[in-house]
C-alpha cells in the first residue's frame, strides 16, 4: 500500500489498497487467500487536545459497503471471476463490508440470490459492474441450466421467480468521496417500479434482448440466455446480462 502524508494542517481523505499477502505469490502458487485485495479509506481529521493544532485522529473504515434493502432475499456478492468461496452473504436489511477476492482479476462486482433448491444454487451468477459507476444499474438474472422450471413446486419458492436486480453505488457520507456504498434489491418480474420495463402491447410475442449480446430465438430452443420472451399484453421486467462492457 502507498503510505499517506499526514497533512501539518486541515483534512484529508483517501484510499488505501493492500494485498492479504505482504509478498504475493506466484499465479501458480497463489491460494484464494493470498490473492485477496483490501481497499480501505481514511480521514485524517483535526481533534481538540491538549496539543491544539498537532492533534490527529485518523478513521479507517472499509472503502466498499454492501447494504441489503430486501425484506425477503439473502444476495450472495463477489468479485467477478473469483472463487465463490469469496463470496459475502448479505442477509435481508443487513449490511457488510466488501473486498477484492483476486487482485489479478478486473475489479467488477457480481451478485445473485442466495435461494436453494433440493441443496443446490438455482441462480447464475450476474454479469459484472463497475462499483466505481455512480448510479443505479439493472442486473439480469437467470436460473442455472436444468432447473426445471415446469415443476408445480418450484415457483412457490421464496425468490424463484425473480428477474432482475438493482444494484446502486453511491458515495458514503464524510468520506471525502472515498468511500462507496453498494445496495441491492430484487425489482418485480412484472417490471413495476422497476428500473425498465418493457410492456408489449402488440398481438403477437416479442423477444427483447440487450444490444451486442447473442440473441437467436427459435421454437426449438429453450435457452433463456438467448434474451426474453414477452407474451402479447404482458409486461417484464429488464436487465443488463452485460452491465460493464470495455470500450
Same mark, same amino acid.
Given at each position: 500500500?502507498?503510505?499517506?502524508?499526514?497533512?501539518?494542517?486541515?483534512?484529508?481523505?483517501?484510499?488505501?489498497?493492500?494485498?492479504?499477502?505482504?509478498?504475493?505469490?506466484?499465479?501458480?502458487?497463489?491460494?484464494?487467500?493470498?490473492?485477496?485485495?483490501?481497499?480501505?479509506?481514511?480521514?485524517?481529521? *483535526? =481533534?481538540?487536545?491538549?496539543?491544539?493544532? %498537532?492533534?490527529?485522529?485518523? /478513521?479507517?473504515?472499509?472503502?466498499?459497503? +454492501?447494504?441489503?434493502?430486501?425484506?425477503?432475499?439473502?444476495?450472495?456478492?463477489?468479485?467477478?471471476?473469483?472463487?465463490?468461496a469469496s463470496a459475502v452473504l448479505v442477509a435481508p436489511k443487513d449490511t457488510a463490508s466488501f473486498h477484492w477476492g483476486n487482485f489479478r482479476l478486473p475489479e467488477l462486482v457480481s451478485v445473485r440470490p442466495?435461494?436453494?433448491?433440493?441443496?443446490?444454487?438455482?441462480?447464475?451468477?450476474?454479469?459484472?459492474?463497475? *462499483? =466505481?459507476?455512480?448510479?443505479?444499474?439493472? %442486473?439480469?438474472?437467470?436460473? /442455472?441450466?436444468?432447473?426445471?422450471?415446469? +415443476?408445480?413446486?418450484?415457483?412457490?419458492?421464496?425468490?424463484?421467480?425473480?428477474?432482475?436486480?438493482?444494484?446502486?453505488?453511491?458515495?458514503?457520507?464524510?468520506?471525502?468521496?472515498?468511500?462507496?456504498?453498494?445496495?441491492?434489491?430484487?425489482?418485480?418480474?412484472?417490471?413495476?417500479?422497476?428500473?425498465?420495463?418493457?410492456?408489449?402491447?402488440?398481438?403477437?410475442?416479442?423477444?427483447?434482448?440487450?444490444?451486442?449480446?447473442?440473441?437467436?430465438?427459435?421454437?426449438?430452443?429453450?435457452?433463456?440466455?438467448?434474451?426474453?420472451?414477452?407474451?402479447?399484453?404482458?409486461?417484464?421486467?429488464?436487465?443488463?446480462?452485460?452491465?460493464?462492457?470495455?470500450?
Amino acid at each position: 500500500s502507498v503510505t499517506p502524508l499526514l497533512p501539518k494542517q486541515g483534512s484529508l481523505n483517501g484510499v488505501i489498497r493492500a494485498t492479504n499477502s505482504r509478498w504475493p505469490s506466484s499465479p501458480s502458487r497463489a491460494s484464494s487467500t493470498d490473492s485477496a485485495l483490501y481497499e480501505l479509506c481514511y480521514a485524517i481529521l *483535526p =481533534l481538540d487536545g491538549d496539543w491544539g493544532l %498537532l492533534t490527529r485522529s485518523m /478513521v479507517v473504515t472499509s472503502r466498499f459497503l +454492501l447494504r441489503n434493502d430486501s425484506s425477503s432475499i439473502s444476495f450472495e456478492i463477489k468479485q467477478t471471476g473469483a472463487d465463490d468461496a469469496s463470496a459475502v452473504l448479505v442477509a435481508p436489511k443487513d449490511t457488510a463490508s466488501f473486498h477484492w477476492g483476486n487482485f489479478r482479476l478486473p475489479e467488477l462486482v457480481s451478485v445473485r440470490p442466495s435461494v436453494e433448491v433440493d441443496g443446490r444454487r438455482i441462480f447464475k451468477w450476474s454479469g459484472g459492474f463497475d *462499483p =466505481l459507476t455512480i448510479g443505479p444499474v439493472p %442486473l439480469r438474472l437467470r436460473h /442455472v441450466r436444468g432447473v426445471p422450471e415446469s +415443476l408445480p413446486t418450484y415457483p412457490q419458492i421464496a425468490g424463484f421467480r425473480l428477474r432482475t436486480v438493482k444494484a446502486e453505488a453511491a458515495i458514503r457520507p464524510k468520506t471525502g468521496g472515498t468511500g462507496i456504498n453498494l445496495s441491492f434489491e430484487e425489482e418485480d418480474p412484472e417490471g413495476h417500479g422497476a428500473l425498465f420495463q418493457v410492456e408489449n402491447l402488440s398481438p403477437f410475442p416479442v423477444w427483447v434482448f440487450q444490444d451486442g449480446i447473442l440473441a437467436n430465438p427459435s421454437r426449438f430452443s429453450n435457452d433463456e440466455d438467448e434474451g426474453d420472451f414477452v407474451g402479447p399484453s404482458e409486461s417484464i421486467c429488464f436487465g443488463l446480462d452485460v452491465p460493464f462492457r470495455q470500450g
